[in-house]
């Protein structure tokens, strides 16, 4: 329990940090995602253009700007602070993002707060980030208790300076590296017998409404010694119905009202693909090629728009701390159990792949847009543990962990300052 105090303690200051010096909206799509929880809380769910107060428009624009160059100023904030809700002017706003509500769990709670308060939008938003981050930790926190040989791993990728600021923050990310977390803490506890097949389904059923394509997670309990097939056939069940759900939301709206930012056709690239799949996957195959390693630095520290860098040693810094964690902590899978998290991740990045081709990129092109090193974070604890040398009796000090952890977010920080301040 104290290192689970520890972790959290050390989580929520720098994701508050996160959460407050990083401007509204400098967080990828984080205005389709606080219009999105937001019109969830007045009860849109499916309806890509909901007729919200006007309020939620004005404060966009009031301190929303696609000027990279300027920086944040008190005057932006003062004019942002006095935007009023204005619940009896109504007008549409068009949610890029198209999730399922599991993926806002927090988001839409703070919205019903602000709703029923009549707050206004500048300090909802805020309550939004700040319940976000606290559910997230609170998550984490669960994960690393339920699985002890493999709170490391959890906690590792849960303080890198990219899951902070994305748990500070409106996206639906947040709640998938959660709900992902959970998921694999619960399964590793289940090799160990420590778990019941309850909790799996629960959480995995959770983690499918998410985002789909982690929910091959789940396919890794079926490894487990199962006392009942009934508990299997109970888990894929959750897991498909799952995943039909929020692919059916996402779907519904991603192509029957496409983006008009972008020169996207869903439907062209649907076709493309099953005319011609040896031609999709050697544009995968090419992505990973040309843009591999940039997706390991991204993973660790990728701020604003995209646009703003983690410092390079940092980075590498990070990602050898994460390598000696996997090949000296945690536990020690079985070779059957390791291939198939190769395997399950292999196919979670592919599907990935494929979602932002046919979403994001244009109709047979030969570039995928939008695939970021963020994606890489709720399969990584688990991906650690194939590195994972048995015969190596040291471990990496979980208070380095938190030393080396805390000293790259300190300079993230330091870096968000310069970049917004």
Request: proline share 6%.
């Amino acid at each position: 329990m104290r290192r689970s105090g520890a972790f959290a303690a050390v989580a929520l200051v720098f994701g508050l940090a996160y959460a407050l010096i990083t401007p509204p909206f400098e967080v990828p799509d984080e205005v389709g995602h606080y219009w999105r929880a937001s019109s969830i809380a007045y009860g849109f769910v499916s309806n890509p253009l909901p007729l919200m107060p006007r309020g939620f428009g004005v404060i966009v624009y009031a301190l929303w700007t696609p000027d990279r160059t300027r920086h944040m100023t008190s005057e932006r904030l003062r004019l942002a602070r006095g935007v009023m809700l204005e619940p009896q002017v109504r007008g549409p706003v068009r949610a890029h993002s198209f999730y399922s509500p599991a993926a806002y769990v927090p988001q839409i709670l703070a919205a019903l707060i602000a709703r029923m308060a009549s707050i206004r939008p500048f300090f909802g938003f805020y309550i939004g980030r700040c319940l976000t981050l606290l559910v997230s930790v609170l998550v984490l926190s669960v994960a690393g208790v339920v699985a002890p040989s493999f709170r490391d791993h959890v906690h590792a990728v849960s303080l890198l300076p990219m899951s902070l600021f994305l748990f500070g923050s409106w996206s639906a990310d947040a709640m998938t590296i959660s709900a992902a977390l959970l998921v694999s803490s619960l399964i590793v506890a289940g090799f160990d017998g420590d778990v019941r097949m309850k909790s799996i389904i629960a959480a995995s059923f959770w983690l499918s409404l998410c985002k789909p394509s982690y929910s091959l997670l789940s396919l890794l309990a079926l490894l487990m010694p199962l006392r009942r097939r009934r508990d299997a056939t109970l888990l894929l069940l959750a897991v498909v119905f799952g995943s039909i759900l929020s692919i059916w939301i996402t779907t519904c709206t991603a192509i029957g009202l496409p983006r008009p930012d972008l020169p996207v056709d869903s439907r062209a690239q649907l076709h493309f693909i099953r005319d011609s799949p040896a031609r999709f996957v050697e544009i995968l195959v090419n992505d990973l090629r040309r843009n591999g390693f940039d997706y390991l630095l991204a993973m660790t520290g990728r701020f604003g728009l995209n646009d703003v860098f983690a410092p390079g040693v940092v980075s590498v810094l990070l990602l050898l701390m994460l390598a000696v964690i996997g090949l000296i902590n945690g536990p020690s899978l079985r070779p059957r159990v390791r291939i198939t998290i190769c395997g399950v991740t292999a196919m979670i990045f592919v599907g990935i792949l494929a979602y932002l081709y046919i979403t994001s990129s244009i109709a047979g092109g030969t570039t995928i847009e939008g695939t970021q090193g963020r994606y890489i974070l709720p399969v990584l604890p688990l991906t650690l543990c194939v590195l994972r040398i048995p015969r190596l009796r040291v471990s990496f000090p979980y208070g380095a962990i938190l030393a080396a952890t805390g000293l790259a977010n300190a300079v993230c920080i330091a870096v968000l300052v310069h970049r917004y301040w």
